[in-house]
Nanobody, 118 residues
């Protein structure tokens, strides 16, 4: 089993920045892809960004150029740097982990709230 723990959510003004962190523990040697999804009220959960151990990435069109995803040196952590935040970025952000970018994640964190508002 793999456990994912997120941190770093909060309230930020439009145009501001925020960094989310996620740490994986447990049996992680088979995990290749880690990333972030988000779910806004009344909407489906959607991919935000994901990255493999080798550095391949996948981004939602709505965040390209504003968000960056990267892994820590141990490959058990993943970060989401969010810049130029917009009110429509408001959502619960979930850390995810799985075996590839092309398959749904197998593991989820508990979620962290990000609110972009003045």
């Amino acid at each position: 089993q793999v456990q994912l723990v997120e941190s770093g959510g909060g309230l930020v003004q439009p145009g501001g920045s925020l960094r989310l962190s996620c740490a994986a523990s447990g049996i992680t040697f088979r995990i290749n892809a880690m990333g972030w999804y988000r779910q806004a009220p009344g909407k489906q959960r959607e991919l935000v960004a994901a990255i493999t151990t080798g550095g391949n990435t996948n981004f939602a069109d709505s965040v390209k150029g504003r968000f960056t995803v990267y892994r820590g040196s141990t490959k058990r952590t993943v970060y989401l740097q969010m810049n130029s935040l917009k009110p429509e970025d408001t959502a619960v952000y979930y850390c995810s982990a799985g075996f590839s970018l092309s398959t749904p994640p197998d593991y989820w964190g508990q979620g962290t709230q990000v609110t972009v508002s003045s």
